[in-house]
């Protein structure tokens, strides 16, 4: 209720007083050190894992439409905006990022303040999911525990400057993880035929997700393609594996079904 506005003032506030430079941002070529693939990959991959638990984030909403609509908005409309907005004062200026920028624009202790709120939020909300995670699957330890052990860890990253392999790191995360949503959502469309019985490891599901992380690994070398983008190939590949692996089984439940 606080960072939201205020982010929104700093990052107007930015694009207004450098909006004078913007045909020079236009102008700009890009350094070719990323291609336009891996740079969608990367940006998929900075919000993979907020995207797959957003039927957690939305279980309180009382329509699935309104959920559906939420996060379409979210990250179909808000989500570029930001981007693109917090984009502008750096590029205008020549500087690494929004703060810099800001600095230089007189607004440096605001956007100090906004920044470290907003680490903060999400540091805890990365902390409290991926302690209750961890504590879902090692039931012997305790919610405070894997939460002590997460912040151990993290802090060990943060004093080894992890933030330097960054974008290898999104890189990964916007190839692997995509195919776990593409499995996902193919359960949930084929929920009513698929078979019930709690089963810790689904063998099909598990070579849909590997089949895509290696799609998405062999786009990102260079090796092959469909897309061009990693993401997206691990999207498609691991779709591709799942509908063969849903049609063999229909034919083998009909052949088991048929008299003899």
């Avoid at 070579?207 to 691990?234: H, M, Q």
Wanted: hydrophobic share 60%; with cysteine; proline share 5%.
């Amino acid at each position: 209720m606080v960072l939201i506005p205020l982010v929104a003032l700093i990052l107007i506030a930015s694009v207004a007083m450098t909006l004078n430079r913007l045909g020079g941002v236009l102008a700009t070529s890009a350094s070719g050190s990323l291609g336009f693939g891996g740079a969608v990959s990367a940006i998929i991959g900075s919000y993979m894992v907020g995207i797959i638990i957003q039927p957690d984030y939305g279980r309180f909403v009382r329509k699935p439409l309104a959920a559906a609509l939420g996060a379409a908005c979210a990250l179909g409309v808000v989500f570029p905006l930001v981007l693109v907005s917090s984009s502008i004062a750096s590029l205008a200026l020549g500087k690494p990022n929004l703060v810099a920028a800001m600095i230089v624009l007189g607004f440096g202790a605001p956007a100090l303040v906004v920044l470290f709120m907003g680490a903060w939020i999400d540091a805890s909300a990365c902390l409290y999911s991926g302690g209750l995670s961890l504590a879902n699957q090692a039931k012997r330890f305790s919610l405070t525990q894997m939460i002590l052990a997460v912040t151990v860890v993290g802090i060990a990253l943060s004093l080894c400057h992890a933030e330097r392999a960054l974008l290898p790191f999104l890189m990964v995360l916007g190839v692997a993880l995509p195919p776990v949503a593409t499995v996902q959502v193919a359960a949930a469309l084929g929920s009513r035929s698929a078979d019930s019985r709690d089963v810790a490891l689904r063998w099909p599901a598990a070579f849909a997700w590997l089949a895509g992380v290696c799609a998405g690994g062999l786009t990102y070398a260079g090796l092959w393609r469909l897309s061009g983008i990693p993401a997206i190939d691990s999207i498609l590949a691991s779709a591709l594996v799942v509908l063969v692996c849903r049609l063999v089984a229909l034919r083998a439940r009909r052949t088991a079904q048929s008299p003899a």
